[in-house]
């Protein structure tokens, strides 16, 4: 029954999301022997003055890691 | 000093989040014996592109469960 | 396809986890139809050294409200 | 390796955050001792209608505390 | 800056962490164009009491998917 | 009312979570104007070896930063 979150700073695609998706619940099968179906994968995308690494906001920089 | 969150796919109305926010906080104070307002409750309307069950996307599927 | 987390400062028992997994998942069939066993709740019992309100943990009250 | 989520009922504007982050990543270095560069930040604005005190969405009041 | 958070019924393997952990970093590097050292990922391995779905705890369960 | 949470990579003691409070909550105030007694804190102390900088396990290194 695992739960995943993935917070990422800013915006993503739907592809990409289904990319991450995709990779994610079949490692949990894999690894864990889970079925696909039992995994919940929530994705929050978070703007970037919302993140702050350390005293620097992501919104602040040039470009996050 | 419960804290809950509660996420679900898609936007609910005000009345929604008033009569499950009410029906939670009844069942902390009948059970735990906590007081109402000591309960927190905060609402994450995720959209149906952000929550994956498995490899699928729930903007993919007709309705979710 | 609700998510729900439950923090609690201290342990509750078995009982009180299932009762109040009955009403919350009652309460999320009725008021948003969705089906019970989409629903995952996941409590998390906090010890109390580890739940601040403000600047006081909550062990080192006589009581959390 | 901190990581610190900070929920908020309503807007706060981005000299807000900056001026947490770093009350937060000071007190996070001088505590604990990790460098402020390890120590990631999120904020969630919370809707004042997805926060409920007890049985009362914060949407509702006049004032939140 | 990824933050992913995987919560897992029951105790997993060092060695199945470690293992997810490369999956999911894999992932995002590929997908996302992070570096994988700005990855952080944490496991919370739930109580098997502390999970329901719906009104039932996965301990009153013989096996979760 | 903020709710925030901490995690931290092992343990920290009673007396360095309360100093984190008290810088948390006072900046909470002096900054948002919340009243220190509407914010709840929650320190989650993750062991190392349920936390990965991206395919490392903080348990497998010397040291976290």
Known sequence: MP?????VAGK??????KEIAKDISDSI???LGKSKK??????????RENWAVGDM????KKKDG
Request: proline letters at 0%; hydrophobic letters at 40%.
């Open 3 to 7: 739960y995943i979150n993935i917070k």
């Open 12 to 17: 993503i695609s739907v592809e990409q999301k």
């Open 29 to 31: 099968q894999r690894v």
């Open 38 to 47: 039992s995994c919940y994968i929530v994705f929050d995308e978070v703007e």
């Open 57 to 60: 906001l992501l919104s602040e």
